[in-house]
């Protein structure tokens, strides 16, 4: 990856995050242009169009990220969301029973400003693994990162994410629960928690993370998408087979 796209990433991921979408959206959009191989970057341009009411493109940015990386839940989920906006019931629960199928020297005399920036170095090197699909050496880098700061709730989602792509639910899960432990209020965790949970087939588990992640933003998009998307699977699967 050449310096111009990797500068591309990370300013288009810190907007991402910050929800600042319309400056993430021309960043991501010009990542594009130069390589077609990012998933992360057709999920979040994704959920930017599903936000703006672009349901055919999030589409198919959504199916792109899963064609990129067939692990990748989060897009799953939300092409599962975008489906059924889009009345396309039955991919919808295609797209949701494959999601419910799917089956880590001493550094303690550091003080907290190095010890928080090697963190962050070991998790620099993990998204560059991870970018070039190094999965288990993304894991080692970001272990090393979570055991320097523990707290470190940032770190730990990210971590849990990564061991839910490998198929890893319960330790994801188990990094999801310390996140929020360190840091309540930080949404990203319960949301990503859900979707662990829900992948491991705990729905009123999953269901009760996101609502928990709404108690903490009740603007959380991620959230009502979610629950919105596990109620109508719900009606679905309730509702009275149609007589012929």
């Known amino acids: 990856m050449d310096e111009q796209v990797r500068q591309l990433l990370l300013r288009g ?91 880590t020297g001493d550094t303690t005399a550091l003080d907290p400003f190095a010890r928080g920036k090697l963190a962050n170095m070991h998790a620099d090197l993990a998204q560059a693994y991870a970018d070039a699909n190094l999965a288990r050496e993304a894991i080692g880098e970001l272990e090393k990162a979570v055991a320097l700061c523990p707290d470190f709730a940032d770190l730990r989602t990210k971590l849990g994410t990564m061991l839910r792509q490998t198929g890893d639910l319960a330790r994801a ?42 108690e903490v933003d009740p603007e959380s998009r991620s959230a009502k998408m979610y629950l919105r998307m596990l109620a109508t699977q719900r009606a679905r699967l309730s509702a009275p087979p149609v007589s012929r």
């Open 13 to 103: 991921r810190e907007h991402y995050a910050n929800r600042e979408y319309d400056a993430a959206r021309p960043l991501l959009e010009e990542v594009l242009k130069h390589s077609d191989s990012f998933a992360d970057v057709h999920d979040m341009l994704g959920v930017i169009a599903h936000g703006s009411g672009h349901h055919v493109d999030a589409e198919k940015h959504f199916e792109r990220a899963l064609a990129l990386n067939p692990n990748y839940t989060e897009a799953a989920l939300n092409l599962a969301v975008t489906y059924n906006d889009r009345g396309k019931f039955e991919e919808a629960r295609q797209i949701y029973a494959r999601i419910k199928q799917r089956p």
């Open 173 to 214: 899960r188990a990094q999801y629960e310390a996140a929020i432990h360190a840091k309540p209020g930080y949404v990203s965790a319960r949301v990503l928690l859900g979707v662990t949970l829900l992948a491991m087939g705990e729905l009123d588990k999953a269901e009760a993370a996101w609502n928990q992640a709404l």
